[in-house]
């Protein structure tokens, strides 16, 4: 069975800084890109930034500049280091790992539980 956990939200200021982590655990085999996503309350959720197994990253408009995705495959864990964070940046922030290939098979669409971010003064 596989899971997706994060872990690091909490409350900031704005203009603060926080790091997400998010680890599948589980047998692994690969998995081929991993992604955050947030969810503010009332509002769809909505892809924040992407980075695919070699590296290639891909972000939000609305992060561009202010956060960095990275990972470590032999892990298996997938970061998200928020900068220069903002109010309207508040929402719960899921992990999502499209498809894992595991020694059973392939497990399509992990999502992890969700960590809860709050940007206030």
């Known amino acids: 069975q596989v899971q997706l956990v994060e872990s690091g939200g909490g409350l900031v200021q704005p203009g603060g800084s926080l790091r997400l982590s998010c680890a599948a655990s589980?047998?692994?085999?690969?998995?081929?890109?991993m992604a955050w996503y947030r969810q503010a309350p009332g509002k769809e959720r909505e892809l924040v930034a992407r980075?695919?197994?070699?590296?290639?990253?891909n972000y939000a408009d609305f992060v561009k500049g202010r956060f960095t995705i990275s990972r470590d495959n032999a892990k298996n864990t997938v970061y998200l280091q928020m900068n220069s964070l903002k109010p309207e940046d508040t929402a719960v922030y899921y992990c999502?790992?499209?498809?894992?290939?595991?020694?059973?098979?392939?497990?399509?669409?992990?999502w992890g539980q969700g960590t809860q971010v709050t940007v206030s003064s």
């Open positions: 999502n790992a499209p498809v894992i290939t595991t020694p059973r098979g392939v497990v399509y669409g992990s």
């Open positions: 589980g047998s692994i085999f690969s998995i081929n890109y």
């Open positions: 980075i695919t197994s070699d590296g290639s990253e």
